[in-house]
C-alpha cells in the first residue's frame, strides 16, 4: 500500500470528462462536514523528519456513522516531503458507486509559510469511467472523481477531506468494512470513529496493536473511537502467502456470524418459478445423454465453456445473481450467474448441489476476517452425487477429465448456501499425488561433441495443468507457442534451431496434453572458462521452482506453490565411453521433497528428477534449513558434461555408405590400472538429505 487509506495516483484515460458549469448532475457537490462530525484540532505543521522516500502523514482520520444513509468521513493530512509525494498528493482520486453513493467534498488546501491555501476552488475535476477489470470481464460501473491541484510545491502540508455517502435498500447488502490500522509510512495520528444507534448490533474485529477503544453513549447513539500516535512504518513483503496478513486491520461488520451471511444470501439464490422454453429445451437434451454421469458433465462443460465470462457488477449485480433464463438467453454470466444456472440444471436432474461463496486468493485467509459478504469474491458449487461431495467451478473453462479425475475447485474454506448448512466447509486441498508436469529431453551426441546434435522435447501436463495448456491455447497458437519454447532454449543454447514444427495433442477425455518440439544444436559442447569444452545439461522443471526466495530476511512465512508436482528426465547419448558414476539423491525437507537419479551405461546417460511442494508456505522459524535444501536441489537439478569425464568419445558418420569417422577426443589414463571395463559398470553412489 503506497498511501493509508487513498488509492494512488491516475493517469488520465479515455472517458475523461472534465466537470464544468451547465453539466449534468454529478455524484458530488461542495459541503461542510456533517455536525456529526468531530473535525480534529490543527496539527503542529513541525514536525520530525521521516527516512528519506517515505511519506509523511500527520493525520488519518475515518469516522463513521450507520444511519439509513451510511456516511464515512475521511481527512488526510500529508507532508509533501519530496516531488514523487508532490507528484502523487496534487491528484486525489475517490472511487464510488454512482448508483449508491454520492460525495462531499469539504476542504482541499495546503499550508505554506504558515499560511492556508485552498486548492478546491481551482482544481481540475474529472469523472473516469476506468474499468480497470474490462479485460477480465467484469463491468463495475464504478466512477473515480479525480482531482488534479495546482501549484502544489515540496515542503507543503496537504490537508484535504470528504465525505463518502451511501444508501442501500434495506437488508440489500449491510454494512461492512475493513480499516488499516499501520502502513508502510509512518503516521502521526490515526484515528477511526464508529457511531451507530444504541442497541444496533454491531460485530468488532479488532486486529490493531492500539489500546482498547473508548465507547460512549449520548442522545441515542453509541460512539466507539480508536486514537494512536506515531505510528511506525511496516515494510511490505514480496513472497507471503494470500492468506497471510501483514497490516494489523480493525474490521466492523453489521453480520454476527457466518450464518447471519448465509441468511442474507440464501433468498437471492432462489430461482423464480415457472416455465422457460429455452431452459426446458435444454434439460431435454442433457436427459438424453445415457447415464447420470454424463448428463452432470455435460451441464458442467456446457456452463464452462458455451456461457462466456462476463460480469455485470453494477449496484446489485455485484453480489446479486441473475435467474438462470435470463443467463441460458444472453450466453453471458459471472461466477455466480453460472453457478446458479448450474445448480438449476443438477436440481432439474435430482441432483443435490448448492452455491458455495469463497474467496479466490486467500482461501482458508477467510477464516480471520469478520463474517460479511465482502469476505468473498467468488463462487463455486458443491455437488453431492453417489455419497460422494465435488467442489466445481463452473467459470473453469476448458477443464478435461471425468467426474472422477477432472480437477476440482480448492478454495480453502467455503460459505455452503444451503438451509440447514452451518459455519464454513473446509474443501479438501489438492495435494499434488503424481506428476502434473512431466518432461522427456532427448540429446544425441553420438555424431560427436563438435558436431550437431539433436534434441527432442516431450512433455505431458495432466490435471491442472493441462486444463492451464488448454486454457493457453485458446488465445494462443502451436506456431506461436514454438517461438517462445524457442527463445526459452536459445538463452542455453544459442546456436539451436527448429527441425520439426511444434505439435501439441489434446486428450480431454483423460486431460492429458501433450506438446512435442525437435530441435538441432549446432556445436552443442564450448569451451568454459577453464578451457575444457562442456555441455550443461538442466532440469529446469526443478530449476525454475528451487531458486532463492528475493527476500531471504523475513518476519512473514514463505510462499509455495502448492500443489505443485513436477518430473524430468533428461536423455543423453553419448560417443564413446565416459567416466560417469551411478548416484542418487534424496533432499527432504516439512515444505518440499526432492530426489535425483544419475544412471550411466553403454554410452546412455539418464538422469531423473521428480519435486513435490508438501506445504503451501514456510514459517519463518524453519526458512534457514529450508533454504539451504532448497540450494542444493537447485544446483543438483544441472549436470554438466566436459571432456574430462570422456574416457573415449568416438563419432561415426551414418550416411550411407560412409567410412567410420572415428574422433579421438580424450584418452583417459589412470594410474591405478583401471581400464575402460571401469567406465561400463554401474557404481552407485546415494546421498540422502533429510529434514533436521
Known amino acids: 500500500m503506497k498511501t493509508p487509506g487513498i488509492f494512488a495516483a491516475l493517469a488520465l484515460l479515455a472517458f475523461c470528462v472534465p466537470v464544468s458549469a451547465g453539466a449534468p448532475a454529478q455524484p458530488y457537490r461542495f459541503a461542510p462536514a456533517g455536525d456529526w462530525v468531530h473535525v480534529a484540532a490543527e496539527l503542529p505543521l513541525a514536525a520530525a523528519a521521516v527516512e528519506q522516500g517515505q511519506s509523511d502523514y500527520l493525520l488519518v482520520d475515518h469516522q463513521v456513522r450507520l444511519a439509513k444513509v451510511t456516511a464515512h468521513y475521511q481527512r488526510y493530512v500529508e507532508r509533501l516531503v519530496s516531488q514523487s509525494a508532490v507528484d502523487d498528493g496534487a491528484q486525489i482520486s475517490i472511487e464510488l458507486d454512482p448508483e449508491h453513493e454520492r460525495v462531499l467534498l469539504h476542504e482541499v488546501r495546503v499550508f505554506r509559510d504558515g499560511r492556508a491555501i485552498d486548492k478546491l476552488a481551482d482544481s481540475r475535476r474529472s ?7 474490462l479485460e477480465d470481464g467484469v463491468i463495475n460501473g464504478r466512477v473515480t472523481l479525480h482531482m488534479l491541484l495546482q501549484d502544489v510545491r515540496v515542503g507543503d502540508v496537504l490537508d484535504y477531506s470528504y465525505t463518502l455517502e451511501r444508501t442501500d435498500p434495506p437488508g440489500e447488502r449491510g454494512f461492512n468494512e475493513w480499516f488499516s490500522a499501520q502502513w508502510d509510512t509512518p503516521v502521526r495520528r490515526f484515528r477511526l470513529r464508529v457511531l451507530r444507534p444504541t442497541g444496533h448490533p454491531l460485530l468488532i474485529l479488532d486486529h490493531s496493536t492500539f489500546a482498547a477503544p473508548q465507547e460512549t453513549r449520548a442522545g441515542g447513539w453509541t460512539e466507539t473511537t480508536w486514537d494512536a500516535k506515531n505510528l511506525a512504518a511496516l515494510e511490505s513483503e514480496d513472497g507471503k502467502p494470500a492468506w497471510f496478513f501483514l497490516y494489523p486491520r480493525i474490521e466492523i461488520s453489521e453480520f454476527a456470524d457466518w450464518d447471519a451471511v448465509r441468511a442474507w444470501a440464501l433468498p437471492m439464490y432462489v430461482v423464480r418459478p415457472g416455465k422457460d422454453r429455452i431452459l426446458d429445451d435444454f434439460l431435454t437434451q442433457l436427459k438424453t445423454e445415457p447415464d447420470e454421469a454424463a448428463r452432470i458433465l455435460k451441464a458442467l462443460r456446457f456452463v464452462q465453456d458455451d456461457i462466456r465470462y462476463t460480469g455485470l457488477e453494477i449496484g446489485a449485480g455485484a453480489y446479486r445473481p441473475t435467474q438462470p433464463a435470463e443467463v441460458l438467453a444472453r450466453r453471458y454470466g459471472d461466477c455466480k450467474d453460472k453457478v446458479l444456472l448450474f445448480v438449476t440444471l443438477l436440481h432439474a436432474l435430482g441432483i443435490e448441489a448448492a452455491p458455495a461463496l469463497v474467496h479466490s486468493t486467500i482461501g482458508r485467509g477467510i477464516a480471520q476476517r469478520a463474517p460479511s459478504p465482502g469476505a468473498f469474491d467468488h463462487v463455486v458449487a458443491k455437488m453431492r452425487w453417489k455419497n460422494r461431495d465435488y467442489w466445481l467451478d463452473a467459470t473453469a473453462s476448458g477443464q478435461g477429465g471425468d467426474l472422477d479425475s477432472l480437477v476440482q475447485a480448492d478454495f480453502g474454506l467455503a460459505l455452503v448456501l444451503a438451509p440447514g448448512a452451518h459455519g464454513l466447509e473446509a474443501i479438501p486441498a489438492r495435494v499434488g499425488e503424481r506428476p502434473a508436469s512431466n518432461v522427456v529431453e532427448t ?67 483423460h486431460n492429458l496434453f501433450t506438446v512435442e518440439e525437435h530441435y538441432a544444436i549446432d556445436k552443442p559442447f564450448t569451451n ?116 574430462d569425464n570422456a574416457v573415449t568419445m568416438v563419432a561415426v558418420s551414418t550416411a550411407a555408405g560412409a567410412e567410420p569417422n572415428v574422433e579421438l577426443i580424450l584418452v583417459w589414463v589412470l594410474g591405478t590400472g583401471i581400464g575402460l571395463a571401469l567406465a561400463a559398470q554401474d557404481v552407485w553412489q546415494t546421498e540422502v538429505l533429510t529434514a533436521s
Open 443 to 509: 540429446y544425441d551426441f553420438r555424431k560427436g561433441t563438435s558436431k550437431p546434435a539433436s534434441f527432442r522435447v516431450l512433455t505431458s501436463y495432466r490435471d491442472e495443468e493441462a486444463d492451464s495448456m488448454r486454457a493457453t491455447m485458446l488465445t494462443s497458437t502451436a506456431t506461436q507457442l514454438g517461438k517462445d519454447y524457442l527463445d526459452y532454449y536459445r538463452r542455453s543454447y544459442p546456436g539451436i534451431r527448429v527441425t520439426q514444427p511444434l505439435t501439441v495433442k489434446d486428450d480431454r477425455a
Open 127 to 133: 469523472l473516469l469511467n476506468r474499468e480497470e477489470e
Open 528 to 643: 568454459n572458462d577453464d578451457g575444457e569444452r562442456e555441455f550443461v545439461l538442466e532440469a529446469y522443471l526443478v530449476s525454475d521452482r528451487t531458486g532463492q526466495p528475493k527476500l531471504l530476511e523475513r518476519t512473514t512465512p514463505l510462499a509455495r506453490e502448492y500443489p505443485l508436482h513436477v518430473h524430468h528426465e533428461i536423455v543423453a547419448y553419448l560417443p564413446g565411453h565416459w567416466k560417469i558414476k551411478n548416484q542418487a539423491r534424496s533432499i527432504r525437507d516439512p515444505a518440499f521433497e526432492y530426489s535425483s537419479k544419475v544412471h550411466y551405461r553403454n554410452g546412455k546417460l539418464d538422469l531423473d528428477y521428480e519435486l513435490r511442494n508438501t506445504r503451501d508456505h514456510v514459517p519463518v522459524a524453519g526458512l534457514k534449513d529450508f533454504l539451504a535444501k532448497l540450494d542444493k536441489a537447485h544446483d543438483d537439478a544441472f549436470y554438466t558434461l566436459t571432456d
